[in-house]
């Protein structure tokens, strides 16, 4: 015998249709955002506004207004997502390799490849950057601290290779982060902004000789 009660049975179409409604408000956000996510990298994050994403959405700036409530949450809501999709594409299929070299050649490998792959868009992080360098506040906070969680993984991959004898022992992985992330810089500038052939086996290239110039003897 059940022991539904007669409250329990008239709120049940209540919940399910609460739950369609939430289900349906995620949707549409997904879909601001990943018109957002678009707009900002070609148009870097400044250029985001309520009114571009209404008319590129086609809804009402009152609808779009609704899910993020600001242009400064829309914004990290796009730097957060641009963090989630890049941890997807880089770091997380890396993270299946062996502690050491193989991981690190993988989580270069992968940033190459991610680059080469946003030649025609952009990379948030970086153009970003560029943006809010010098204009202190929550959006240029919750980039920076996406950026840093970047180069923590990657400081901690240069580290295990020391740990397992691959690199030297007295190996500042804060250094050889510093110039692998040189490279990405340099790959970025000279395959989107010079259109320089090449430029990808350049920064594969580089990443060798400081792996070569770092490696245990």
């Known amino acids: 015998m059940s022991s539904e009660t007669p409250a329990d049975t008239a709120a049940r179409p209540v919940a399910k249709a609460l739950n369609k409604g939430q289900h349906k408000g995620q949707q549409t956000r997904a879909t601001i955002l990943e018109a957002a996510l678009g707009l900002a990298s070609h148009v870097g994050l400044e250029g985001l506004s309520i009114g571009a994403l209404a008319e590129v959405t086609q809804m009402s700036k009152s609808g779009v207004f609704a899910h993020f409530g600001s242009r400064e949450e829309l914004q990290i809501s796009v730097i957060r997502e641009y963090h989630a999709r890049f941890e997807e594409a880089v770091f997380f299929p890396a993270m299946r390799e062996a502690r050491g070299l193989p991981r690190l050649r993988a989580l270069f490998e992968l940033w190459v490849r991610q680059v080469s792959v946003e030649l025609d868009s952009g990379c948030i992080y970086i153009s970003g950057a560029v943006e809010f360098d010098d204009r202190p506040g929550p959006v240029r906070d919750a980039l920076a601290s996406m950026v840093r ?54 920064a594969r290239a580089g990443f060798e000789r400081t792996l070569l110039h770092y490696a245990a003897r």
């Open 149 to 202: 969680a970047w180069h923590a993984a990657l400081e901690r991959a240069i580290g295990m290779a020391v740990e397992t004898a691959e690199l030297r022992p007295d190996t500042d992985p804060t250094q050889m982060l510093f110039e692998v992330h040189g490279l990405i810089l340099a790959l970025h500038h000279d395959a989107r902004f010079l259109r320089i052939p090449g430029a990808l086996d350049r």
